[in-house]
């Protein structure tokens, strides 16, 4: 039997979670693609708390179901382009149930028997993803039961990006095969690299054969925020759908998360079940209710600290960290390059604001991995993950390794907030 | 071109959130299955907040790992029977998505070739719930591909409980017609009725014919927490997984919701991709990761607004909150019973503690659902949306209505936390 703990005991407990949690907000936190948030969006998050309400009617959730409508249309804006015109959208627990959403409405619009007869008897659908693209979609394949077989891992080039030829002969292929090609999930900023996939050109090829075009923008949407960076995301206004979390580069605390596609009323004919204790048209202001479009019933208004943020910083102040982001990645990209000591090799040119990059010992200097034996790769396998322990030991920094592509572990830098200092 | 907000306007902007937000938290507000959160929970989760991370790897999330496997296996001793053996789980973003993570595990525990080939080539698998199942179950059926046509729905007593011996014939049809039934999923606490399902009975049916019994206890899993009200939850012990929201009845600050099943490692076979960025092996204590059994990437802290509830209010507090509710809901209906007016009538005989009754104009009365015509029905349908638009525009309290089985409008007074009063 568990006895009431005192407050003062409680307030202790809650002093050893500061002292013992990460410090993500930490200046030398580089190990996610998120950091520091902002005060303001935890100041609102905390509103949201407080307030403590679901935000699938608008009759128990006024305010938050109209900001979450004000600010998809806002983010529609930067998208610009086709959804400019028409959007609908949610905000939803992160970007893998983004990823989710997507290849979800996807599936139901090339075989409309599916919400009711089921995948059993229907077509074999396959879909296509680059070989840099996030797990997410692989989860979504075998939440959807599409099966990892029908998630098509196309080949990227040499920066990470999706190579828009092999997508296609990819996609006949499967059509040869007999199967139903459907979706495309690209990618904008890879989760290691931070490349952008071509947005255009793989528009182009979904529209000429029909399939879906979501753009996983979760880590790198921020450029659509940014004149000088939103070249990047060239296209991505053209696809059917589109993520982004702006609790990446951002500083929205986590969860924000919001999914915009530009068929409007899908959602809710997808995901929709009239529920008749909820969404009773013999309500008022029963149209606002947006309930009825999620895969959720409750749901957090996580949207309010983006709106709060993006109202504090202006257009141009979100436009500054990224644009913050991405100096600070070309800066310590052009110090790695400039070092003549050899003891720090760029994994990968960067992207985004990615640096992938090794730390060489003094005997494998200098290294190059195309010039390097198994032996050399197996030793500089080793070496970050016994850095970053003493790194995490001393706790003076976290960076985040992996191996990749054939690469022995590599550091992954990601300037994820803008305070990192030169 | 929207410019910065200076900080006092983003203060007034709060304000006026606050003042034109539902106040979920007044002692009058009835209308959803949450309602006040505590005040511990709300500072916890802010400190969740705070933190800004990410319950994906131990690395970044030390302290709330451990938190959640340590709060998990008491839920587990609550649940009790083969829950107390052996308990996989997790915390996930509303009780639709535990709902989800149900039928998806034991879409995949039917059929094993599901995470490679796909749904379409293989079995027609069916499900079954009852009527008065939460519509969470329509939406999962839909997003895994199994369709509304397999999702079956087996008739409830006059109460709202599942019947055994209906389930059991649907299933045995089902079998005849050439499918592959896999899932019962029952409810403890149905949303509109309150019924608990009679959960022995269902999974004796459930191990006679090797289907995967979830039990969501969401609304009303608190009975597990007491002595007095535990009976109703019966034989949800010997199901496959369990369901429950804290931020119901608990007083958890949405959203708080636990699923746990008692397959360990099921959850990591089903959902795991081993993103090689992410969980590798050659970190530190890479074993305490549970990222890799999630849907999702990112994941919010849920659970450590429950951990501190549950501290500062102890085993019994939190007992006693439950059966508080419970009681209200029982003084209420003795209440109506002997009113001599007839200006009230249960729709209903309660369960949990949810309240179903109407206002009977004075014309209606004496109101009997059995002897009454089809113009007195209808009229009394109109009854409960004027009262409550005239509550709306008052703002002196909200409590939900709704049709369902064939009765015209009723309110559902649901007592979800301990502070309303006699």
């Known amino acids: 039997m568990q006895s009431p703990t005192p407050p003062e005991a409680l307030v202790e407990a809650i002093d050893l979670v500061l002292k013992y949690q990460v410090r993500t907000g930490h200046p030398l936190f580089f190990n996610q693609l998120y950091a520091r948030a902002d005060p303001v969006a935890i100041a609102a998050d905390w509103v949201v708390t407080a307030t403590n309400?679901?935000?699938?009617?608008?009759?128990?959730?006024?305010?938050?179901?109209?900001?979450?409508?004000?600010?998809l249309r806002k983010i529609a804006s930067c998208i610009g382009g086709a959804f400019a015109d028409a959007h609908d959208g949610l905000f939803v627990p992160g970007g893998s149930i983004s990823n989710l959403y997507a290849m979800h409405l996807a599936h139901h619009r090339a075989n409309p028997d599916l919400a009711t007869k089921g995948a059993s008897g229907g077509p074999r659908c396959v879909a296509f993803t680059s070989d840099q693209s996030h797990y997410s979609y692989l989860k979504a394949a075998k939440v959807i039961g599409l099966g990892s077989d029908n998630l098509v891992s196309v080949r990227s080039d040499g920066r990470g990006r999706m190579l828009a030829d092999e997508l296609e002969v990819s996609i006949?292929?499967?059509?040869?095969?007999?199967?139903?090609?459907?979706?495309?999930?690209?990618?904008?900023?890879?989760?290691?690299?931070?490349?952008?996939?071509?947005?255009?050109?793989?528009?182009?090829?979904?529209?000429?054969?029909?399939?879906?075009?979501?753009?996983?923008?979760?880590?790198?949407?921020?450029?659509l925020l940014s004149e000088k960076h939103r070249h990047a995301m060239a296209g991505a206004s053209e696809a059917d759908s589109l993520?982004?979390?702006?609790?990446?580069?951002?500083?929205?605390?986590?969860?924000?998360?919001?999914?915009?596609?530009?068929?409007?009323?899908?959602?809710?004919?997808?995901?929709?079940?009239?529920?008749?204790?909820?969404?009773?048209?013999?309500?008022?202001?029963?149209?606002?209710?947006?309930?009825?479009?999620?895969?959720?019933?409750?749901?957090?208004?996580?949207?309010?600290?983006?709106?709060?943020?993006?109202?504090?910083?202006?257009?141009?102040?979100?436009?500054?960290?990224?644009?913050?982001?991405?100096?600070?990645?070309?800066?310590?990209?052009?110090?790695?390059?400039?070092?003549?000591?050899?003891?720090?090799?760029?994994?990968?040119?960067?992207?985004?604001?990615?640096?992938?990059?090794?730390?060489?010992?003094?005997r494998l200097r200098p290294f190059s991995f195309a010039a390097s034996t198994e032996a050399q790769r197996a030793e500089l396998h080793g070496v970050a993950p016994h850095i970053k322990g003493e790194m995490q030991r001393r706790g003076d920094a976290m960076i985040g390794f992996q191996a990749a592509n054939g690469r022995p572990n590599f550091f992954r830098m990601v300037f994820a907030h803008a305070d990192a200092v030169r």
């Open 243 to 362: 993520a982004w979390n702006p609790h990446k580069m951002s500083g929205a605390a986590l969860q924000c998360s919001a999914f915009l596609n530009r068929h409007p009323g899908l959602l809710a004919r997808v995901n929709g079940t009239s529920a008749a204790y909820l969404f009773q048209p013999d309500k008022l202001n029963a149209s606002l209710d947006c309930g009825d479009k999620t895969i959720q019933c409750g749901r957090k208004a996580d949207v309010f600290k983006l709106w709060a943020l993006w109202k504090a910083k202006g257009d141009a102040g979100m436009a500054r960290t990224v644009d913050a982001c991405f100096a600070l990645a070309a800066f310590m990209a052009g110090r790695l390059r400039a070092d003549p000591s050899g003891q720090w090799a760029l994994a990968y040119e960067p992207s985004c604001s990615n640096v992938c990059f090794w730390y060489v010992p003094r």
């Open 53 to 71: 309400t679901n935000s699938f009617t608008y009759e128990v959730s006024p305010v938050y179901t109209l900001i979450e409508a004000e600010t």
């Open 172 to 223: 006949l292929r499967a059509k040869a095969d007999g199967a139903l090609p459907f979706f495309v999930g690209s990618t904008a900023g890879t989760t290691v690299l931070g490349a952008y996939d071509p947005f255009d050109e793989i528009s182009a090829v979904c529209a000429r054969h029909g399939l879906w075009h979501h753009v996983d923008a979760c880590w790198g949407g921020g450029a």
